[in-house]
């Protein structure tokens, strides 16, 4: 059974830094072709990729966030972490965690629960 | 970067009405496209990918067509379990979704 699970901080001040970690099962980041990436929705609004990363360490970001925005990898702890600088209340959204359809295709085939994160002073 | 392009943004409509929602991208993405099912507290389930695939376990009233930057989701007779939020995400170049759909009760 695959399973991924966001946690972090629910509330971060304005200018910080927010750091969330995806924690997964059922398969590997080792696998070839696998990925695991960070969607994100403000209350409301609609769903926006911020970045993945792939087996090989390879890693893809969303232009528009691309200098705050930092995704690694930790393999043995089959975990993905999430780094946000210079936090915003517009930043203010639930976060998810996604897997990659893997050989069938690159889209978001399993999902996180979510985390809502809110940034406010 | 591709832009996605859903319409109708909010449709209303009554149980056992076709649905059909748009989805258009601001460059060719080939096939690669999926629809996603949202509801309220949840996270997206994938409906649809490579534009036409059916996800394993989605009822087959949900159908997808299209190709290049022309795409619609499809729902045959409407059910109450399929009021929700849908979005259409491009893979072709990293990724993209569209602005959501939102299925009423008329």
């Known amino acids: 059974q695959i399973t991924l699970k966001e946690s972090g901080p629910t509330l971060v001040k304005p200018t910080q830094t927010l750091t969330l970690t995806c924690t997964f099962s059922g398969f590997s980041l080792n696998t070839t072709e696998m990925g695991v990436g960070w969607i994100r929705q403000p209350p409301g609004k609609a769903l926006e990729w911020l970045a993945l990363i792939y087996w090989n360490d390879d890693k893809r970001y969303n232009t528009s966030l691309k200098t705050r925005v930092t995704i690694t990898k930790d393999t043995s702890k089959n975990q993905v972490v999430l780094t946000m600088t210079n936090m915003d209340p517009v930043d203010s959204a639930t976060y998810y965690c996604a897997r990659l359809g893997h050989f069938r295709g690159r889209f978001f085939h399993y999902w996180g629960q979510g985390t809502l994160v809110t940034v406010s002073s | 970067d591709i832009q996605m392009t859903q319409s109708p943004s909010t449709l209303s409509a009554s149980v056992g009405d076709r649905v059909t929602i748009t989805c258009r991208a601001s460059q060719s993405i080939g096939i690669w496209l999926a629809w996603y099912q949202q509801k309220p507290g949840k996270a997206p389930k994938v409906l649809i990918y490579?534009?036409?695939s059916l996800e394993s376990g989605v009822p087959s009233r949900f159908s997808g067509s299209g190709s290049g930057t022309e795409f619609t989701l499809t729902i045959s007779s409407l059910q109450p379990d399929d009021f929700a939020t849908y979005y259409c995400?491009?893979?072709?170049?990293?990724?993209?979704f569209g602005q959501g759909t939102k299925v009423e009760i008329k």
């Open positions: 995400q491009q893979y072709n170049s990293y990724w993209t």
């Open positions: 490579k534009a036409s």
